[in-house]
């Protein structure tokens, strides 16, 4: 099962409060604990869709990727 996940900007100096104009909607699979399922990954990638918003940029689209590496053995990128 695919989710739409959103993710805003966290505090900052620019942001202490966070901002709701700036962040990504992502398009993807999770499992049971809510963390991104890289084996239904495998099967639907094609449906992986990652847009960025950014108030003054405009938006921006691509495809969410798996790559190997990273703290955790692997890392999630956007492409």
């Known amino acids: 099962m695919l989710y739409r996940i959103t993710l805003h900007l966290a505090r900052s100096k620019q942001f202490p409060e966070g901002s709701l104009r700036y962040g990504y909607e992502l398009t993807a699979p999770l499992d049971a604990q ?3 399922d890289q084996e239904e990954w495998v ?12 108030l003054d940029e405009g938006e921006r689209h691509g495809v969410l990727v798996h790559r190997s590496g990273g703290a955790g053995g692997a890392t999630w990128m956007i492409d």
């Open 34 to 36: 809510g963390h991104l």
């Open 43 to 54: 099967e639907k990638r094609a449906y992986c869709r990652v847009r960025r918003f950014w």
